[in-house]
């Protein structure tokens, strides 16, 4: 006899059955391509990755930028004409040449200090030479050597304050030292203004024949007011005259009041 219990050993799947299919994928677990979906989505910002986004968004930004501003500067020097080219290269030359001879002029400064037998007394004669540079960009302390005398005769009266200040710009781009128009001292601070029938120059009033009394090389101050499209060529559409003189001593002696600040110390010690 046959007990009521059912004691017939248990069926394995066939090999090939859609129940063992199903077995044996549960058995291994989740694949590979399951568990990156699951590690990738949703996506989970830490706070080190957010800021490494915002750092690298910023770099993109400013690289973005600097590219446009780039490509602006080549198209305006692409437009220009060839005069305004001609006119940028000078200009830098002589600007790379004046920061070349500041430059030596600094070595040698520095040789003079480390060979000096007494250096305390050579960094004496180097502050006292400073200090007459100084006076003399200020307007301080009068000066004289090269430099070139522009006359600017205006019949018509044409001429206004900002003819003077072009020239004056012209002039100190071209490597002038000390300037003096008419009876003023022009500094980095001087203003020009119209007054009436003449120009009023920080505060002074001054009429035609302008005289500009300028400290420089002559050869790189002259050629400067005489670009094409220059200050010269734009007073004589004004119906001015200029003339222009070089000489080996110009003596600019108009002096300004030293000014001492009411509240700025220096902070050397």
Do not use: C
């Given at each position: 006899?046959?007990?009521?219990?059912?004691?017939?050993?248990?069926?394995?799947?066939?090999?090939?059955?859609?129940?063992?299919?199903?077995?044996?994928?549960?058995?291994?677990?989740?694949?590979?391509?399951?568990?990156?979906?699951?590690?990738?989505?949703?996506?989970?910002?830490?706070?080190?990755?957010?800021?490494?986004?915002?750092?690298?968004f910023g770099l993109g930004f400013g690289l973005a930028v600097q590219v446009?501003?780039?490509?602006?500067?080549?198209?305006?020097?692409?437009?220009?004409?060839?005069?305004?080219?001609?006119?940028?290269?000078?200009?830098?030359?002589?600007?790379?040449?004046?920061l070349e001879e500041e430059k030596r002029g600094l070595e040698r400064q520095?040789?003079?200090?480390?060979?000096?037998?007494?250096?305390?007394?050579?960094?004496?004669?180097?502050?006292?030479?400073?200090?007459?540079?100084?006076?003399?960009?200020?307007?301080?302390?009068?000066?004289?050597?090269?430099?070139?005398?522009?006359?600017?005769?205006?019949?018509?009266?044409?001429?206004?304050?900002?003819?003077?200040?072009?020239?004056?710009?012209?002039?100190?781009?071209?490597?002038a030292e000390a300037i003096q128009v008419n009876d003023v001292r022009v500094?980095?601070?001087?203003?020009?203004?119209?007054?009436?029938?003449?120009?009023?120059?920080?505060?002074?009033?001054?009429?035609?024949?302008?005289?500009?009394?300028?400290?420089?090389?002559?050869?790189?101050?002259?050629?400067?007011?005489?670009?094409?499209?220059?200050?010269?060529?734009?007073?004589?559409?004004?119906?001015?005259?200029?003339?222009?003189?070089?000489?080996?001593?110009?003596?600019?002696?108009?002096?300004?009041?030293?000014?001492?600040?009411?509240?700025?110390?220096?902070?050397?010690?």
């Amino acid at each position: 006899m046959r007990s009521s219990e059912d004691t017939s050993p248990t069926r394995e799947p066939r090999e090939g059955a859609p129940g063992a299919e199903a077995s044996v994928a549960a058995d291994r677990g989740p694949t590979g391509r399951e568990r990156l979906v699951k590690a990738l989505w949703p996506p989970r910002l830490t706070r080190a990755q957010l800021v490494v986004a915002l750092l690298l968004f910023g770099l993109g930004f400013g690289l973005a930028v600097q590219v446009a501003s780039h490509s602006t500067g080549d198209d305006a020097l692409r437009g220009a004409r060839q005069e305004d080219l001609v006119r940028i290269l000078d200009e830098l030359d002589d600007r790379t040449e004046r920061l070349e001879e500041e430059k030596r002029g600094l070595e040698r400064q520095r040789e003079e200090l480390e060979n000096s037998s007494d250096q305390a007394e050579e960094a004496r004669k180097q502050t006292e030479e400073r200090e007459r540079r100084l006076g003399i960009l200020a307007g301080t302390v009068a000066a004289w050597g090269p430099g070139i005398t522009v006359t600017i005769a205006d019949a018509e009266g044409a001429v206004e304050a900002d003819d003077l200040l072009n020239a004056v710009q012209e002039l100190r781009a071209a490597g002038a030292e000390a300037i003096q128009v008419n009876d003023v001292r022009v500094v980095a601070g001087t203003w020009f203004a119209n007054s009436g029938d003449g120009v009023n120059v920080d505060g002074s009033r001054i009429a035609a024949p302008y005289r500009f009394q300028v400290i420089g090389e002559p050869q790189d101050l002259e050629p400067a007011l005489n670009i094409p499209g220059g200050v010269v060529q734009a007073l004589e559409k004004e119906q001015a005259t200029v003339e222009i003189e070089r000489s080996d001593k110009i003596v600019v002696d108009a002096l300004r009041p030293e000014e001492r600040a009411d509240y700025a110390r220096s902070s050397s010690r």
